[in-house]
């Protein structure tokens, strides 16, 4: 099993549309979690930190299932500019090089 | 958030020649800064650690004589591409850590690296 894995899409939805992605993790030592956007020819940006009590940031939200070993970063009322890659990045114990995932592509239409 | 700066941005070169990309920290100070490469729908893959005063620690199939780093102060290290060939060309992206709770990285905004 590959220490993190993402479906890699597309997701194709329409505006408005509510999308998730989850992202799964073999590590269960890992202890920090990230959701990451990525557009085209771009590098990476932080879209939120996971915490376990899972958070909330406008419309997005991201959770953490420990006991299944996965993050999930659900998208609600999708905008056209939401379309990108989104990255999960986790890191374990007491190392903060960071893993991550090859993302998943989302593609928001009109 | 803290910002990483990457040049250059892109970078079309002859088979051979070597090429050199810089990362700085502008706002804080990065002991430490990880380098990445990035093929197209292809994940980050870690290439190195870069540590300010000693040597880089390369993962595992990286060759450390073909891409020297160099991390001479707290806001800079450089990645160069010796004897690049187009097997090379590829999407590099440095990160720092701010040191901050959590382990989050700031990237650069990339080097896309054409090598003909």
């Known amino acids: 099993r590959k220490e993190v894995e993402q479906d890699p899409g597309p997701f194709n939805v329409p505006e408005g549309a509510t999308v998730a992605f989850n992202c799964t993790y073999s590590?269960?030592?890992?202890?920090?979690f990230f959701w990451y956007r990525q557009d085209c020819r771009k590098e990476p940006k932080l879209l939120m930190s996971?915490?376990?009590s899972g958070n909330e940031d406008g419309r997005f939200t991201a959770q953490l299932n420990r006991a299944s070993q996965y993050i999930s970063l659900l998208i609600r009322d999708s905008k056209l500019s939401d379309s990108a890659t989104y990255l999960c990045?986790?890191?374990?114990?007491?190392?903060?090089?960071?893993?991550f995932g090859r993302g998943t592509s989302l593609i928001v239409h009109p | 958030g803290a910002v990483v700066s990457q040049h250059p941005s892109r970078v079309i070169c002859k088979s051979g020649t070597s090429v050199k990309i810089e990362c700085r920290s502008l706002?804080?100070?990065?002991?430490?800064m990880f380098w990445y490469r990035q093929f197209p729908k292809q994940s980050l893959m870690l290439m190195a650690t870069?540590?300010?005063?000693?040597?880089?620690?390369?993962e595992q199939g990286v060759e450390k004589d073909k891409f020297l780093i160099n991390h001479a102060s707290l806001t800079l290290s450089t990645l160069t591409v010796t004897s690049a060939h187009p097997e090379d060309s590829s999407f590099y992206i440095c990160?720092?850590?701010?040191?901050?709770?959590?382990?989050?990285?700031?990237f650069g905004a990339g080097t896309r690296l054409s090598v003909l």
């Open positions: 990160s720092a850590s701010s040191g901050g709770s959590g382990n989050i990285q700031y």
């Open positions: 590590n269960s030592a890992s202890q920090s």
């Open positions: 996971v915490y376990s």
């Open positions: 990045a986790l890191s374990s114990g007491g190392s903060y090089i960071p893993t």
């Open positions: 706002d804080f100070q990065a002991t430490t």
């Open positions: 870069s540590n300010e005063g000693s040597k880089a620690t390369y």
